[in-house]
């Protein structure tokens, strides 16, 4: 079936370090990609998506490219701030399977001064 | 526009009562679904609609019920509550239109179970 796999947080960064999240997935057919956050005592949001091969997804400064040859979709932001603190979620959602999103574990960032 | 409204926002129940977690949408959506958020296990599907009258099983359905008798309301029943469903419950809409249609989550129900 579909997977999804992120690294394991919690990541610490200093304010204005760059960001990078690996998520890596295991799936069937041509799926759409997604990054959802997380804030504190909140439901999760739409960051960014991609839905096929080579589209970059981009909002807020954080990017991922949509890499098939890897079956990647890694999260990057060259300087981030306090207010990224938050959980990241890595999903897939698949054509033969529309209903249902598959999520990866979530990665805890937490950005300090 | 609400958007996916969850209520309750906190709840505490002792091991063998019912509750019903309520969910509501007013974006005319088919798909809803019903997650669980525990530590380490990021978000785990209990049952999903694709439409009014339509259910079926997620990853983890064991002790959950779920109707879906109108397109905007999803309510997820605990049949006899048990400490091992202490979590945080996430109720999600999203239009079947467009491959890449984005989920809307509501803010989260935290359950704890004594």
């Known amino acids: 079936g579909d997977s999804v796999t992120q690294m394991e947080g919690p990541v610490t960064l200093s304010e204005e370090a760059c960001l990078t999240i690996?998520?890596?997935?295991?799936?069937?057919?041509?799926?759409?990609l997604f990054w959802y956050v997380q804030y504190p005592g909140e439901g999760l949001q739409l960051l960014l998506k991609?839905?096929?091969?080579?589209d970059k997804g981009s909002n807020k400064g954080f990017e991922a490219t949509y890499r098939k040859e890897t079956t990647s979709f890694h999260l990057e932001k060259g300087s981030v701030q306090v207010s990224d603190s938050a959980v990241y979620f890595c999903a897939l959602l698949n054509t033969g399977t529309a209903s249902k999103l598959t999520f990866g574990t979530g990665t805890r960032l937490q950005v300090t001064l | 526009n609400a958007g996916v409204t969850q209520t309750p926002k906190f709840q505490v129940l002792k091991t063998g009562q019912s509750m019903t977690l309520q969910c509501a949408q007013d974006?005319?959506?088919?798909?809803m679904s019903w997650y669980r958020q525990d530590p380490g296990m990021g978000l785990r599907l209990i049952h999903y609609s694709v439409g009014a009258g339509i259910t079926d099983q997620g990853e983890v359905p064991n002790g959950y019920n779920v109707s879906r008798s109108t397109t905007e309301d999803f309510p997820l029943r605990l049949l006899s509550a048990a400490p091992s469903q202490t979590s945080v419950y996430f109720c999600?809409?999203?239009?079947?239109?467009?491959?890449?249609?984005?989920?809307?989550f509501g803010q989260g129900t935290r359950l704890t179970v004594v």
């Open positions: 991609a839905t096929k091969a080579d």
């Open positions: 974006m005319n959506h088919e798909y």
């Open positions: 690996n998520c890596t997935y295991t799936a069937t057919g041509y799926p759409s």
């Open positions: 999600a809409s999203r239009s079947p239109t467009g491959h890449g249609a984005e989920a809307f």
